[in-house]
């Protein structure tokens, strides 16, 4: 089965600079897709990058980017020029092309926090 | 375009008690999906519906059931609710469900049972 890990629980960033945030998984599968979610107080999951393992150029949204290394089954989410709305819980999440279920598998979650 | 939309916000339950959790998506997805989310974890997958008419469990179903009443919405039940189902549930919806397409989540329903 495959697993998402999230190795920092928390994470503090000053407004203006850069964070990475690490995310590795376990899968045996060659094809598959990856995702950051952002999870402000509200609660509400928004998207925020997503990557197809089969592509090797890095995603990129703004001022958010990946760093994809297949081989090394890690994901990190770099996130440039923080902002005092980007803090929040960011949870990795994988998903199986071909998996019936669809459903998304989620890591533990790291809290960011950003300072001004 | 409200998205996915859930009701009730917040409710308190007796251990015991039955209640019914509401999802609707104004999006046209095929596929719909009930996570919880515990403190410390991820979501977990309780069910979902790959398309109108069709239910299947996620990971952690015990205790729950669903209803695919149309391809708008999509009810999650508790019929004798336990403390261990304090949690809070997302309901998510997406064009289908072996894609890329992005799953979008509605607000969630913080459920308390004492």
């Known amino acids: 089965a495959q697993t998402v890990t999230q190795s920092q629980p928390e994470m503090s960033v000053q407004e203006a600079e850069t964070v990475t945030l690490s995310c590795t998984y376990d899968t045996s599968e060659s094809d598959y897709y990856l995702f950051w979610y952002k999870q402000p107080p509200s609660r509400q999951m928004i998207l925020v990058i997503r990557?197809?393992?089969?592509?090797?150029q890095n995603a990129t949204e703004n001022r958010f980017s990946v760093n994809f290394q297949k081989a090394a089954k890690s994901f990190s989410l770099k996130i440039s020029d923080s902002q005092l709305g980007d803090a929040a819980m960011y949870f990795c999440a994988y998903r199986s092309p071909g998996r019936s279920q669809g459903n998304l598998i989620f890591g533990k979650g790291t809290k960011l926090s950003v300072k001004p | 375009n409200a998205g996915v939309t859930q009701t009730p916000k917040f409710q308190v339950l007796k251990t015991g008690q039955s209640m019914t959790l509401q999802c609707a998506q104004d999006?046209?997805?095929?596929?719909m999906y009930w996570y919880r989310q515990d403190p410390g974890m991820g979501l977990r997958l309780i069910y979902y519906s790959a398309s109108e008419g069709t239910t299947d469990k996620g990971e952690v179903p015990n205790g729950y059931n669903v209803s695919r009443l149309n391809k708008r919405e999509f009810s999650l039940r508790l019929e004798s609710a336990a403390p261990s189902q304090t949690s809070v549930y997302f309901c998510?919806?997406?064009?289908?469900?072996?894609?890329?397409?992005?799953?979008?989540f509605g607000p969630g329903t913080r459920l308390l049972v004492l």
């Open positions: 990557q197809e393992a089969y592509k090797q």
């Open positions: 998510a919806s997406s064009e289908q469900t072996t894609s890329l397409k992005t799953q979008y």
């Open positions: 999006m046209n997805h095929n596929s």
